[in-house]
């Protein structure tokens, strides 16, 4: 889905308007992408003020960038969910015994789309024996990894 940002201004500088300086736009409240990667397709058109006649009421295009720009996504980290979101609740507190756990994580830094993930790391001297875990509340329906 293509999606536009309109920039109006009423005046500009006299120095921008002769091309001595850069123009730089500062487009606040973006999300970062959840998915560290390049991001192509941002590009930047020029239009005037004036309309180009009554029955075709848009502006007078008077350049588009030759190239997208790519936002390279590539080094952004992963979220970390911080300690004091998870809770780890056992069904049985004998030692030696077969538990079923429940891990609650309240305090996510990024919405959680379709096709996103969780990786739970257990310690490695904690022995158990199903890998199979069921997460519900996050998904849509019941979900297994």
């Not at 999300?31 to 029955?55: C, H, K, L």
Request: hydrophobic share 35%; with cysteine.
């Amino acid at each position: 889905m293509l999606q536009t940002l309109t920039i109006m201004y009423s005046d500009m500088k006299p120095e921008v308007r002769e091309g001595g300086v850069p123009i730089r736009f500062v487009c606040r409240g973006f999300r970062n992408p959840i998915v560290p990667t390049e991001w192509p397709g941002f590009r930047i058109t020029f239009y005037d003020s004036q309309f180009q006649d009554e029955t075709n009421p848009s502006p007078n295009e008077i350049q588009t960038t030759d190239e997208q720009v790519t936002l390279n996504a590539s080094n952004f980290e992963a979220a970390i969910i911080p300690s004091q979101g998870i809770t780890i609740s056992p069904t049985i507190f004998m030692i030696a015994e077969s538990s079923v756990w429940t891990l609650s994580i309240s305090d996510f830094p990024v919405p959680l789309q379709k096709e996103c993930y969780v990786r739970l790391t257990v310690p490695p001297d904690l022995k158990h024996n199903n890998v199979v875990m069921f997460g519900t509340g996050m998904f849509s329906g019941q979900a297994s990894t």
